[in-house]
Structure formats: C-alpha cells, structure tokens
Nanobody
C-alpha cells in the first residue's frame, strides 16, 4: 500500500504562485504514473495534470496548460505541481494519486489518493 501526503497549499492572491508537493511512502514510487486532481465545492473532482513513471511525458488540463507544471523526483519519492498565474477559479482541494497503468486523465484509473491540500486564490 502507498501513502501519499500533500503539502504546500494555502491562500494566495490572483496572479500569485504556489508549489504543491506530494510525498509517497514505500519503494515503489517509480513504478507509478502520478496525477494531480482538484475538487472545488459543489463540483466533481477534475483532472489537473499527470506525469509518467520516468517523468518523460506530462499531460495537462486545458484550463491549466501554460500555467501549471508537474514534475517528479523519483529519488525523493515526490511529485510536484508548480502553479503560476493563479486565478480564483483554481480554488479547490488538490489531490495527488497513483496510477499503475490506465487512462491518466480519468480519476477512476488511479489507485491511491492523498488527503488533499487546500488552495484558495483571492481576487
């Protein structure tokens, strides 16, 4: 079993930046693709970004493309989400999750989830 712990959320003004981190337990981190999802109040959880096992390929939702960057450090068992030019509509709880081989944009393909970290962007 993999445990995931997100950190780095907080309150930021529109136009600002935050960097989220997701630390994974165990020695199998490098065998998982990783994804970030978010869920705003009253809305369904939505895909934000994903990265392959090696980190060589990344995927983004259209709403964050060009503003967010996903990366990973397999030596540190950590995946990151750098968020720039934040907008009020980015306000949500952000979750990281593991994927052992499925459609990276679909939450149903993910196995283990973190507890989430709140990101609030004020206008």
């Amino acid at each position: 079993q993999v445990q995931l712990v997100e950190s780095g959320g907080g309150l930021v003004q529109a136009g600002g930046s935050l960097r989220l981190s997701c630390a994974a337990s165990g020695s199998t981190f490098r065998t998982y693709a990783m994804g970030w999802f978010r869920q705003a109040p009253g809305k369904e959880r939505e895909f934000v970004a994903a990265i392959t096992m090696s980190g060589g390929i990344t995927y983004y939702a259209d709403s964050v493309k060009g503003r967010f960057t996903i990366s990973r450090d397999n030596a540190k068992n950590t995946v990151y989400l750098q968020m720039n030019t934040l907008k009020p509509e980015d306000t949500a709880v952000y979750y990281c999750a593991t994927n052992q081989g499925g459609m990276l944009r679909h939450s149903g393909a993910y196995d283990y989830w973190g507890q989430g970290t709140q990101v609030t962007v004020s206008s």
